[in-house]
């Protein structure tokens, strides 16, 4: 699986929208890019993924550039409860595991 | 039912105990892991099972011992385990294309 890069802490203020970068300049056609975010002491929520278009659901919107070498996940309207690490991670879909990389540390603060 | 349960939340057993770790899911998922997750660390792979059978153990030592009875349970049996083992251990499971569903997890504290 192609490996990410991704800054290693963000703050934001709460209302703002969030903007989380994530590099993946080896990714390859066949991989998908995941993200994910743990709230403190809580197991890992899956947030959105994508291929090339770009993709939005309650959570989140996934921007992929067009070479597919990064991809940015917003947060629209950040709350206090979106402070949490998350995390860009890319694999072949239904293939490959869940490998985390070490991820952005997000704090939205008042 | 759209959760991964695991059981108990919080362990502390001595490096000459024996238990176990409890995970289930009713999801009709196929495939379950089991991670670890040292405190300020992302989590590492340690199991994955597909279809009830053990696919992939990530060089994880024999002091960890994972079990899938049937495609609803995993378990991970635990003896004679070092301090160093202590940390957060989560399962998870999944299905096709989806992503991963987690469990909240077992603080595990070796002493």
């Known amino acids: 699986d192609a490996k990410t890069t991704q800054p290693t802490s963000m703050d934001c203020a709460e209302g703002r929208a969030a903007n989380l970068p994530c590099n993946h300049s080896?990714?390859?056609?066949?991989?998908?890019v995941y993200w994910y975010r743990q709230i403190h002491s809580q197991g890992p929520q899956y947030i959105i993924h994508g291929l090339k278009n770009n993709e939005t659901n309650e959570m989140a919107s996934l921007i992929i550039t067009e070479d597919r070498k990064s991809s940015t996940l917003i947060l629209p309207h950040a709350t206090l409860r979106d402070t949490a690490v998350y995390y860009c991670i890319v694999r072949v879909r239904s293939q490959g595991n869940l490998i985390f990389g070490k991820g952005t540390k997000l704090s939205v603060k008042p | 039912d759209t959760e991964v349960t695991q059981t108990p939340k919080h362990l502390v057993m001595g490096m000459t105990n024996k238990k176990s770790l409890k995970c289930e899911q009713h999801m009709g998922h196929r495939a379950m892991y089991w991670y670890k997750q040292k405190a300020k660390k992302p989590p590492e792979l340690m199991f994955v099972y597909s279809y009830e059978k053990l696919s992939i153990n990530e060089s994880v030592p024999s002091r960890f011992s994972p079990e899938c009875p049937n495609s609803s349970l995993l378990n991970l049996h635990l003896h004679a385990l070092q301090p160093e083992d202590s940390a957060l251990y989560l399962c998870a499971s999944s299905q096709d294309w989806w992503g991963y569903t987690f469990g909240s997890g077992t603080r595990l504290t070796v002493v």
């Open positions: 080896t990714i390859s056609g066949n991989e998908y």
